[in-house]
């Protein structure tokens, strides 16, 4: 038995414990909802990224298996459950609280969606003759599809035929490295795959062998639509019996009419990603193409928080640099004129990230989670996301140290990261300088042996293995300040030990631990790591055991 079915066993096991404290806990998020009297700033306002994260309701199937929801979101905020069962500590759930710019829950209707993350966008772009992006990300059955057929639905709706303007239609697949156009049926439905993603001269993308297609109404655009819908590939998953295995892309040019429109609106609803439970059962062609997916959803991501980066960091096109991977997939290829900063034209990407709310997809909903986070992280300023409900007799901590005094060792991941990015303006990530060995997921393939935590791997690197990376994957060739932002990290170890005491005790990075018993539901709170929770515990027990030891003689 993996460990994903050891965790749903054990957690269904104590089931009625786990759903009294996740109500327990969820009247506390209701009532600092009702107390909030302004919402927090969206990214949007900063940036012509929106984040969005969507959850379902149950499934008839789910509700039979007796499944109980982990995930629940509110206007302000998106909460995720994750039942615990550590050693040397109680069993406890985790939580992660986190804020998007859209947080829609299973109730909330698909008007209420597409009016609160989409329709200002698309008015926006039209105005402007700019291009709007719209991308669904998530585990295959988690609604992706639904929630973009529906999207699309309401879009076509606000096109302003009336105002004497035609809309062309293009409408592909991208299955690995093969493009195919769904708007062409061969024989026995088979859809050639013989188009081709180049660049021009200018840097945007040309598609060859792709027709377009001219629509005179909204019922002509949804019509082509729902035909390349139809014709995309599906395969039997785990999850899902017809299980989208590529990325469609509906491309829309919305132009003419009185005042001149050239507006572009693309619909992408990508693969399902997998975890890598997911693919023990997969034969050999599927394994490929899970491979495949997830490759290029890295890719996907990491052309996102680059471009978002760049954007931000000068108002002025000519004076933003640095190396976007564009040509890493045939997916970032076919989006670069979306995506990419440098250009000219104005433009808006709303992404969704869509998950199911129930225990048995947790593995799932704590990939989606990360991969929106890591977008929504380029306009956070603190890590303060996540807390453990414990059972009340769960180990005291000492006064902490504050969280500015940890070192890099205690740092998540995303701190890390940001950490970097400031230091070299925005210029060099984190994937970057670990390179191929430090990082090797990223460049889309698994690792031979054990890979060391960032953190580490960073101290262990030589200056000139810190240059090279540099210079190889973020084309940045300043090797003195590579140097310095070495030397400055390395420092930070030094200095901690230094200014925390050798029996102080750090708080976790995540921010305060809420500590709340199973049983009584009584909540305290307690600024504790689980690593202190178990280290304590392991102490006190050995404290008695030579207690009895030196009693005994």
């Known amino acids: ?287 490929k193409e899970a491979i495949s997916i997830n490759k290029s959803l890295m890719s996907l991501k990491e052309c996102i928080r680059k471009s978002t980066l760049l954007s931000e960091a000068s108002e002025d096109a000519s004076n933003k640099s640095g190396h976007i991977p564009f040509r890493s997939s045939k997916l970032t290829m076919v989006l670069k004129d979306a995506l990419d900063p440098t250009l000219p034209r104005f433009t808006s990407t709303v992404v969704f990230a869509l998950a199911a709310p129930t225990v048995a997809d947790i593995p799932h909903t704590f990939n989606t989670y990360r991969y929106a986070l890591a977008l929504k992280s380029l306009n956070r300023t603190d890590d303060k996301d996540a807390s453990i409900l414990e059972h009340k007799g769960a180990a005291k901590s000492a006064e902490p140290a504050s969280q500015e005094k940890l070192t890099p060792m205690a740092w998540s991941r995303a701190k890390l990261e940001r950490w970097i990015e400031m230091q070299f303006e925005n210029q060099v990530q984190l994937t970057d300088l670990l390179g191929p060995r430090g990082d090797p997921s990223h460049f889309g393939r698994h690792a031979a042996d054990f890979v060391l935590p960032a953190w580490k791997f ?13 210079k190889t994957h973020a084309k940045f060739t300043d090797a003195e300040t590579v140097g310095n932002v070495r030397e400055k990290y390395k420092k930070l170890f030094l200095k901690e030990r230094a200014t925390v005491k050798a029996d102080g005790l750090s708080t976790s990075v995540t921010g305060k631990v809420t500590l709340l018993s199973l049983e009584e539901n009584v909540v305290t709170e307690k600024k504790l790591s689980r690593a202190e929770l178990a280290m304590q515990k392991a102490k006190a027990k050995g404290a008695a055991l030579r207690a009895t030891s030196l009693s005994s003689k």
Not at 242 to 254: G, K, L
Not at 461 to 469: C, F, V
Request: glycine share 8%.
């Open 1 to 287: 038995m993996d460990s994903a079915n050891t965790l749903l066993g054990r957690a269904m096991a104590q089931k009625s414990h786990f759903v009294a404290t996740i109500a327990k806990h969820q009247s506390t998020v209701g009532a600092r909802a009702v107390s909030q009297t302004n919402t927090p700033e969206s990214s949007s306002s900063k940036s012509n990224l929106s984040v969005n994260f969507r959850t379902r309701p149950l499934s008839a199937a789910e509700i039979k298996q007796g499944f109980f929801p982990v995930l629940f979101c509110t206007e302000t905020q998106t909460t995720l459950y994750y039942p615990s069962f550590r050693m040397l500590t109680d069993s406890s759930v985790d939580v992660q609280e986190f804020e998007f710019d859209g947080n829609f829950a299973g109730e909330a209707g698909d008007t209420h969606v597409y009016e609160t993350a989409v329709q200002q966008k698309f008015f926006d772009v039209l105005n402007q003759n700019g291009i709007l992006t719209i991308m669904a990300y998530g585990q295959t059955g988690s609604g992706k599809t639904y929630t973009m057929m529906n999207i699309a639905e309401k879009l076509v709706n606000d096109f302003p035929f009336e105002n004497d303007i035609s809309a062309f239609i293009s409408i592909i697949e991208i299955q690995g490295d093969v493009i195919r156009d769904l708007s062409v049926a061969g024989e026995g439905r088979k859809v050639p795959a013989d188009a081709k993603v180049l660049l021009d001269g200018a840097g945007l993308p040309v598609l060859q062998n792709v027709a377009e297609y001219e629509a005179k109404s909204k019922e002509e655009v949804l019509e082509f639509f729902h035909h390349g819908f139809a014709m995309r590939t599906t395969r039997s998953t785990l999850k899902n019996a017809t299980s989208s295995r590529s990325h469609f892309i509906c491309t829309i040019r919305i132009c003419g009419g009185k005042l001149g429109f050239n507006a572009v609106v693309k619909l992408v609803d990508l693969a399902g990603s997998e975890t890598g439970s997911d693919k023990k059962d997969h034969d050999a062609v599927r394994l």
């Open 458 to 470: 960073l101290y262990s690197m030589s200056a000139d293995e810190w240059i090279a990376n540099a």
